[in-house]
């Protein structure tokens, strides 16, 4: 069982920089890890994945808009957290952020394990 939390959450000024962590009660680097968010009175939507460090952290975006403006990496030294780093933020990135786990990035939503969420608020 893998256990997932996220923090880093807030509310910032559109423009501004954000960095969700997810850590875990256990080593990371044999999961794919992403992250997905939801925005209020919408469906929860895939952000970004990374694959297993035997995958060479290869990532995926799940939106074209995210490009250039959100990244995910993992901690080298910290093996149980992984990183969601949010530039040039807008409104609309307004949701609530989930980390979640699973043996690969099969698809936005496909995860075995989830974390409980962390809000982040875009003002305008």
């Known amino acids: 069982q893998v256990q997932l939390v996220e923090s880093g959450g807030g509310l910032v000024q559109t423009g501004g920089s954000l960095r969700l962590s997810c850590t875990a009660s256990?080593?990371?680097?044999?999961?794919?890890i992403g992250w997905v968010r939801q925005a209020p009175g919408k469906e929860r939507e895939g952000v970004l994945c990374i694959l297993s460090s035997d995958h060479l952290d290869h990532s995926t975006y799940y939106a074209d808009s995210l490009k250039g403006r959100f990244t995910i990496s993992r901690d080298n030294n910290a093996k149980n957290t992984v990183y969601l780093q949010m530039n040039n933020l807008k409104p609309e990135d307004t949701a609530v952020y989930y980390c979640?786990?699973?043996?690969?990035?099969?698809?936005?939503?496909?995860?075995?394990?989830w974390g409980q969420g962390t809000q982040v608020t875009v003002s305008s």
């Open positions: 979640a786990a699973a043996w690969g990035c099969s698809g936005p939503l496909e995860y075995d394990y």
């Open positions: 256990l080593t990371l680097d044999y999961y794919a």
